[in-house]
């Protein structure tokens, strides 16, 4: 199942994205090769060696036949720098903003900064003609970039983690020794004896679930997640085919993905710097649907575990 | 609903200081060397991590071309017609279908329709309760899966994507029934 969809979100993606190039090149969605007409009072004091920061004015006529299929009613005024080498001849740095149109900001964008957007400017007899280089294959550029940059960041996360991760894994060691996790393990055992009857219910992996499980619910991420590791492993210990999931690791994921949540502490921050009059609002929905998926998630990793496709006995050891 | 927000927000900042304390100093009365089991337990830390980077390089990427691409629009054009059906507001489509991928791709989404919206609005507090209300279903198979080199992951995907499913129809019926809208 996840080698499909794994699968699938590439693809899709790039097929997606080669489309859009396609479509883009048919309808010349960027204008390429069609100069512009631009107006700036700029262009009066235009002499050999002048360098000016001026308004440049895009008529919304122009726009619209560079940008098919995009609306434009009112001219776009942008700040621009401009240096002009002779009387009819000068080079134009227009900065962008996120107000400017889409497209520009493509265009901006495939030339390496997002917010500057450079053009050639030339004095015709009807005005002053603007050429911007031309602009292709944005969408394939664009996941190629992706791709390469998260491969980096996907490891900046990963050792992220090793901090935070030694941290709690020694305070939990010094837990194990001393019996603690075991005396936990035996608190909670009506309970995860029924969410995990292939586990014993003094191994140390109930421990770690149950810190992992109360860790999420208090919204500390941060401490769940080494908790959750751990019990992975304690999990994996009790594991009889290498590289397979167990039952008790699905229901445990399960339990993970869509865990109770008694404090949203992301989401409450996020409300508080967007200016919400209640950040806190949302603790007594989120805590309802949460509860409500979390139920669910335990019954579903229960049927679909009978699945003729998922089976452990169909499962072969990796 | 004042008294379980304090005691709950009271609950979350004693937490950890409350566990290191409890956990170190009864270690320590049961004889246990701290320090020297603690170090023990912290090289594991290391190990963990760096075992995970395949499974989270491979998974974050195949998302990030995903999310490049803009085959979300195509998405959410095609899954339309079966959210109106249930009751997923359009509104917030973008945030069903980027919550189980992306944590920060979801937190911009998550900002981006409150600026829109406004925070206090039906929406914005509905957005926000799906963020809170599920964790990044495709993360969380990457890095725990990873962790224990486990690679046929069994029913686990369906189950976590079906879960987030189920928490954002509760989170409209919910939001709905407290808020209004």
Same mark, same amino acid.
């Given at each position: 199942?996840?080698?499909?969809?794994?699968?699938?979100?590439?693809?899709?993606?790039?097929?997606?994205?080669?489309?859009?190039?396609?479509?883009?090149?048919?309808?010349?969605?960027?204008?390429?090769?069609?100069?512009?007409?631009?107006?700036?009072?700029?262009?009066?004091?235009?002499?050999?060696?002048?360098?000016?920061?001026?308004?440049?004015?895009?008529? &919304?006529?122009?726009?619209?036949?560079?940008?098919?299929?995009?609306?434009?009613?009112?001219?776009?005024?942008?700040?621009?720098?401009?240096?002009?080498?002779?009387?009819?001849?000068?080079?134009?740095?227009?900065?962008?903003?996120?107000?400017?149109?889409?497209?520009?900001?493509?265009?901006?964008?495939?030339?390496?900064?997002?917010?500057?957007?450079?053009?050639?400017?030339?004095?015709?007899?009807?005005?002053?003609?603007?050429?911007?280089?031309?602009?292709?294959?944005?969408?394939?550029?664009?996941?190629?970039?992706?791709?390469?940059?998260?491969?980096?960041? &996907?490891?900046?996360?990963?050792?992220?983690?090793?901090?935070?991760?030694?941290?709690?894994?020694?305070?939990?060691?010094?837990?194990?020794?001393?019996?603690?996790?075991?005396?936990?393990?035996?608190?909670?055992?009506?309970?995860?004896?029924?969410?995990?009857?292939?586990?014993?219910?003094?191994?140390?992996?109930?421990?770690?679930?149950?810190?992992?499980?109360?860790?999420?619910?208090?919204?500390?991420?941060?401490?769940?997640?080494?908790?959750?590791?751990?019990?992975?492993?304690?999990?994996?210990?009790?594991?009889?085919?290498?590289?397979?999931?167990?039952? !008790?690791?699905?229901?445990?994921?399960?339990?993970?993905?869509?865990?109770?949540?008694?404090?949203?502490?992301?989401?409450?921050?996020?409300? &508080?710097?967007?200016?919400?009059?209640?950040?806190?609002?949302? @603790?007594?929905?989120?805590?309802?649907?949460?509860?409500?998926?979390?139920?669910?998630?335990?019954? %579903?990793?229960?049927?679909? !575990?009978?699945?003729?496709?998922?089976?452990?006995?169909?499962?072969?050891?990796? | 609903?004042?008294?379980?927000?304090?005691?709950?927000?009271?609950? !979350?900042? %004693?937490?950890?200081?409350?566990?290191?304390?409890?956990?170190?100093?009864?270690?320590?009365?049961?004889?246990?060397?701290?320090?020297?089991?603690?170090?023990?337990?912290?090289?594991?830390?290391?190990?963990?991590?760096?075992?995970?980077?395949?499974?989270?390089?491979?998974?974050?990427?195949?998302?990030?071309?995903?999310?490049?691409?803009?085959?979300?629009?195509?998405?959410?054009?095609?899954?339309?017609?079966?959210?109106?059906?249930?009751?997923?507001?359009?509104?917030?489509?973008?945030?069903?279908?980027?919550?189980?991928?992306?944590?920060?791709?979801?937190?911009?989404?998550?900002?981006?329709?409150?600026?829109?919206?406004?925070?206090?609005?039906?929406?914005?507090?509905?957005?926000?309760?799906?963020?809170?209300?599920?964790?990044?279903?495709?993360?969380?198979?990457?890095?725990?899966?990873?962790?224990?080199?486990?690679?046929?992951?069994?029913?686990?995907?369906?189950?976590?994507?079906?879960?987030?499913? @189920?928490?954002?129809?509760?989170?409209?019926?919910?939001?709905?029934?407290?808020?209004?809208?």
């Amino acid at each position: 199942m996840l080698n499909h969809i794994w699968l699938a979100l590439l693809v899709i993606g790039i097929l997606t994205a080669a489309g859009r190039d396609i479509h883009d090149a048919s309808i010349n969605a960027y204008g390429n090769g069609m100069p512009w007409t631009l107006h700036s009072p700029a262009f009066d004091n235009a002499s050999a060696g002048t360098r000016i920061s001026s308004d440049v004015t895009i008529p &919304a006529r122009e726009l619209r036949r560079h940008f098919p299929g995009e609306h434009f009613d009112n001219d776009l005024m942008l700040p621009a720098e401009l240096s002009f080498q002779s009387a009819s001849e000068a080079s134009v740095t227009f900065t962008l903003s996120e107000e400017s149109p889409e497209r520009l900001r493509v265009m901006a964008e495939s030339a390496g900064d997002e917010t500057t957007l450079r053009a050639r400017l030339a004095r015709t007899a009807n005005g002053w003609r603007a050429d911007f280089d031309a602009v292709s294959l944005v969408y394939l550029r664009k996941i190629t970039n992706a791709a390469f940059d998260m491969a980096g960041t &996907a490891v900046t996360i990963a050792l992220g983690l090793i901090g935070i991760m030694a941290l709690w894994l020694g305070i939990m060691r010094v837990a194990e020794a001393a019996g603690l996790i075991t005396v936990l393990a035996r608190a909670v055992r009506p309970l995860m004896s029924r969410l995990f009857p292939d586990v014993p219910s003094d191994h140390p992996a109930v421990g770690a679930m149950v810190m992992n499980i109360s860790a999420n619910m208090l919204g500390l991420g941060n401490a769940a997640t080494p908790f959750g590791l751990k019990a992975m492993e304690e999990l994996n210990k009790l594991n009889s085919k290498s590289g397979v999931a167990t039952d !008790s690791m699905v229901t445990f994921l399960a339990l993970n993905t869509s865990c109770v949540t008694l404090i949203p502490a992301t989401a409450i921050a996020i409300r &508080a710097a967007s200016g919400s009059s209640d950040p806190a609002a949302i @603790i007594g929905t989120t805590f309802l649907a949460s509860l409500t998926a979390t139920i669910c998630a335990v019954l %579903l990793s229960r049927l679909l !575990s009978k699945v003729r496709a998922f089976r452990w006995e169909r499962q072969e050891a990796l | 609903m004042e008294v379980f927000r304090t005691i709950v927000s009271v609950l !979350s900042a %004693l937490a950890v200081p409350a566990i290191m304390l409890f956990f170190l100093v009864y270690g320590a009365m049961r004889k246990v060397k701290v320090y020297e089991v603690a170090v023990e337990g912290a090289k594991e830390g290391f190990d963990i991590a760096v075992r995970i980077i395949p499974y989270l390089v491979l998974m974050l990427v195949s998302i990030a071309v995903f999310r490049a691409s803009g085959a979300m629009d195509v998405f959410i054009t095609l899954l339309r017609p079966l959210t109106d059906l249930v009751g997923i507001p359009a509104d917030a489509l973008p945030m069903a279908i980027m919550r189980p991928l992306s944590g920060s791709g979801s937190l911009g989404v998550m900002t981006e329709i409150m600026q829109t919206h406004g925070t206090d609005s039906f929406i914005g507090v509905l957005v926000s309760t799906m963020y809170g209300s599920t964790e990044t279903t495709f993360y969380v198979i990457a890095v725990y899966f990873g962790a224990v080199g486990i690679r046929n992951t069994r029913h686990a995907l369906p189950t976590g994507l079906l879960a987030d499913f @189920i928490s954002f129809l509760a989170a409209v019926l919910f939001v709905r029934v407290l808020f209004g809208g």
